[in-house]
């Protein structure tokens, strides 16, 4: 499975699970290795970096994961399709009560 494909499959669980979805299509003038996806349904927001299977993640991505791990309430992924069995767990998980 390419990574684009893969990142269609995602797109489209997180949508029909209530996810609003953030891809920038055109990387060229946006910030270097930033996450592919970014993933918001309260009180939860994820940066998400795909790879195809044998991807290999750049020391540039590796530190945008790292530093946004580093923050209070947000989440940073990497995500292979061999993940999607988790993927689809934490896509599909009901909302925190409390929530909005």
């Known amino acids: 499975m ?3 494909e893969f990142q269609a499959q995602v797109v489209e669980l997180a949508r029909l699970t209530g996810w609003l ?3 920038t299509h055109d990387s060229r003038r946006s910030a ?3 996450p592919d996806l970014v993933l918001v349904r309260p009180p939860v927001v ?3 970096e795909l790879k195809a299977g044998t991807g290999k993640l750049r020391p540039k991505q590796r530190a945008w994961l ?3 791990k580093d923050c209070e309430s947000v989440e940073a992924h ?3 399709p ?3 069995d988790r993927i689809e767990e934490m896509l599909t998980r009901p909302r925190k009560r409390g929530a909005a």
């Open 66 to 68: 790292d530093d946004l």
């Open 82 to 84: 061999s993940d999607w």
């Open 32 to 34: 270097a290795s930033f």
């Open 78 to 80: 990497l995500w292979r």
């Open 46 to 48: 994820r940066f998400i």
């Open 2 to 4: 390419s990574e684009k």
């Open 21 to 23: 979805c953030y891809h």
